[in-house]
């Protein structure tokens, strides 16, 4: 009875610790992809500027 209870607990902590390394990995990748989607705005951002100062000067 104590060896079946120790086995359950056993398996029950490989599952938490399972679960704490796939959180982790998702907020992992969730890190990454806010990284990405920030430097994809810098740059959407930096082309708009050249494009309206580059219409600026066809107007002028």
Same mark, same amino acid.
């Given at each position: 009875m104590i060896a079946t209870a $120790?086995?359950?607990q056993s398996s029950v902590a490989e599952l938490i610790?399972?679960?704490f390394a796939s959180v982790r990995n998702?907020? %992992?990748?969730? $890190?990454a992809a806010f990284h990405?989607?920030?430097r994809e705005s810098e740059s959407l951002a930096r082309t708009s500027v050249a494009g309206r %100062?580059?219409? $600026?000067?066809?107007?002028?």
């Amino acid at each position: 009875m104590i060896a079946t209870a $120790a086995e359950e607990q056993s398996s029950v902590a490989e599952l938490i610790s399972h679960g704490f390394a796939s959180v982790r990995n998702s907020a %992992e990748q969730s $890190a990454a992809a806010f990284h990405n989607a920030r430097r994809e705005s810098e740059s959407l951002a930096r082309t708009s500027v050249a494009g309206r %100062e580059n219409i $600026a000067r066809v107007q002028l």
